[in-house]
T-cell receptor, first 117, second 111 residues
Framework: DVKVTQSSRYLVKRTGEKVFLECVQDMDHENMFWYRQDPGLGLRLIYF???????EKGDIPEGYSVSREKKERFSLILESASTNQTSMYLC????????????????FGPGTRLTVL | GENVEQHPSTLSVQEGDSAVIKCTYS??????FPWYKQELGKRPQLIID?????GEKKDQRIAVTLNKTAKHFSLHITETQPEDSAVYFCAATDSWGKFQFGAGTQVVVTP
């Protein structure tokens, strides 16, 4: 059974703080993703990664960065948290070969609800 | 890039009736179309998916249809039950694995 875990379920930070959200998957998946979920906007892709040390911008990368030093771990970093980054953050992973392979479903972590005061 | 539109945003149905959610996509290279169900406070979970070489797929009370020419796909839930109440998301992706999600549909099944 695929397991995707996130470091925190709830997090409260202050404006200007540096925030780290961590995601770990145990299925040797190549692809990992970070989304934010806001009411009425669905899931919006922040960053994704096809392999270790690789990263690609998603639709809303501004104010965020990522790190993937190991295949199983994908970190989302808010360099200087702002109130408009208050949201639910979801990590996901999937197997599948980039650039021509067969895409498989995404498996999601439980989410981190971040509040920036 | 890919753009996925999902309708309706909310759907209220009587228990036992059918529910239909529709999505359109823009990128003709998209070849995989999953549907996720997200119950309150929980993570999205895959309920059914379809690939571009298939026109229809069914799993018990849930079915998905795909029209590649028109670039739209739909989720059909028959004989709805209260436990079908949730937010449903459609998504489209190409072989690079980048998913684009619809905005979601809040389904409420009333007894």
């Amino acid at each position: 059974d695929v397991k995707v875990t996130q470091s925190s379920r709830y997090l409260v930070k202050r404006t200007g703080e540096k925030v780290f959200l961590e995601c770990v998957q145990d299925m040797d998946h190549e692809n990992m993703f970070w989304y934010r979920q806001d009411p009425g906007l669905g899931l919006r892709l922040i960053y994704f990664s096809y392999d270790v040390k690789m990263k690609e911008k998603g639709d809303i990368p501004e104010g965020y960065s990522v790190s993937r030093e190991k295949k199983e771990r994908f970190s989302l970093i808010l360099e200087s948290a702002s109130t408009n980054q208050t949201s639910m953050y979801l990590c996901a992973s999937t197997t599948g070969l980039a650039g021509g392979g067969v895409t498989d479903t995404q498996y999601f972590g439980p989410g981190t609800r971040l509040t920036v005061l | 890039g890919e753009n996925v539109e999902q309708h309706p945003s909310t759907l209220s149905v009587q228990e036992g009736d059918s529910a239909v959610i529709k999505c359109t996509y823009s990128d003709s290279a998209s070849n995989y179309f999953p549907w996720y169900k997200q119950e309150l406070g929980k993570r999205p979970q895959l309920i059914i998916d379809i690939r571009s070489n298939v026109g229809e797929k069914k799993d018990q009370r849930i079915a998905v249809t795909l029209n590649k020419t028109a670039k739209h796909f739909s989720l059909h839930i028959t004989e709805t039950q209260p436990e079908d109440s949730a937010v449903y998301f459609c998504a489209a992706t190409d072989s690079w694995g980048k998913f684009q999600f619809g905005a979601g549909t809040q389904v409420v099944v009333t007894p």
